[in-house]
């Protein structure tokens, strides 16, 4: 409200100046000259001016008003898709922990069934025997079923594959797509916002306009963020491993590829290249397995 009184009094000032010169210039007029017409234009442009000035003034404030509104608006969205991803996080999180000590656990067996093959005990033999054979068995424990994954026949994992790596991609495009809509929106909006400030460069209505634009974008990247957690990245990293359990262990990822692969990193500015690039090795992967 202030921002508007103060324009309003900036240009009521500047009209006063104008009028009151205009007045005295009318009243120097020499003998014989119509001093009302001269005086009846000025108050009629005066006016005019005055209520432009009004005018300008609601619209700028009201304009401000529902800007700052949608700030608002997109910053509690912005909070809220944070709180998701950081529980989507600690999840991911708490798996890779869990996995990491089952390998943990079964390297530790793995060692005791070596040692007690080398025993010479008959006793400690027959053990370590049983012991590959429940290690054997496509179970994780008694009574428990393997994961669906290892159930599939090489042909339906790797159409598994294929069909994921192309939602990949299909996810990547829209990603980029998304990019480029919200570019052409600062820039419109950039634009727009220097003519309400009257040409001027870096004017207060183009900083509003780029800050709202950055919160867009952030908020854009949260979600994108979010979506590949709980949807692309637990289902790549599962692929990747059963993919290597039946295959064996593959060459290493090198250059950008050891960087961008989602189990290896996941930077919401580069979500594209991530998708993009593990769609690339889960395919390259998926098409070695036999028939």
């Known amino acids: ?9 900036l240009g009521l000032a500047i009209i006063a100046l104008s009028v009151w010169g205009s007045i005295i210039s009318a009243k120097s007029l020499p003998p014989g000259e119509n001093k009302s017409f001269h005086l009846l234009a000025i108050v009629g442009f005066g006016g ?12 700028s404030f009201y304009a401000q008003k529902d800007a700052n509104k949608q700030q608002a608006k997109l910053t509690q969205s912005l909070n ?11 999840t991911l999180d708490q798996s890779r922990l869990s996995q990491e000590y089952m390998k943990g656990q079964l390297s530790g067996l793995s060692m005791m ?7 010479g005990n008959v006793g ?16 994780h424990a008694a009574g428990i079923e393997p994961p669906a994954i290892q159930k599939m026949s090489n042909k339906q994992l790797q159409t598994g594959v294929i069909e994921f790596a192309n939602s990949m991609r299909t996810f990547a495009s829209e990603i ?3 990019r480029d809509r919200m570019t052409s929106q600062r820039m419109a909006a950039t634009q727009e916002a220097r003519i309400k400030d009257g040409g001027a460069v870096n004017g207060p209505l183009q900083q509003q306009a780029w800050n709202q634009a950055n919160i867009a974008d952030q908020n854009l990247y949260n979600q ?12 790549a990293t599962q692929y990747h491993e059963e993919l290597e359990r039946r295959l064996g262990p593959q060459k290493p990822l090198t250059g ?36």
Do not use: C
């Open 1 to 9: 409200m202030l921002d508007l009184v103060l324009y309003v009094a």
């Open 48 to 59: 005019m001016a005055f209520i432009l000035t009004v005018a300008i003034g609601l619209r």
């Open 80 to 90: 809220e898709t944070s709180e998701k991803l950081s529980k989507a996080d600690a």
């Open 113 to 119: 069934v070596g040692k007690l093959d080398s025993d």
């Open 124 to 139: 400690n033999v027959n053990l370590a025997k049983a012991l590959r054979d429940i290690g054997s068995q496509p179970t």
């Open 176 to 178: 980029m797509a998304n």
């Open 224 to 235: 994108t963020s979010l979506r590949i957690s709980q949807e692309y990245l637990g289902v």
């Open 256 to 291: 950008m590829d050891s960087m961008l692969a989602l189990w290896s990193s996941h930077d919401p500015m580069y979500s594209d290249m991530n998708l993009t690039t593990t769609a690339i090795v889960l395919e390259r992967m998926a098409r070695k397995l036999p028939d």
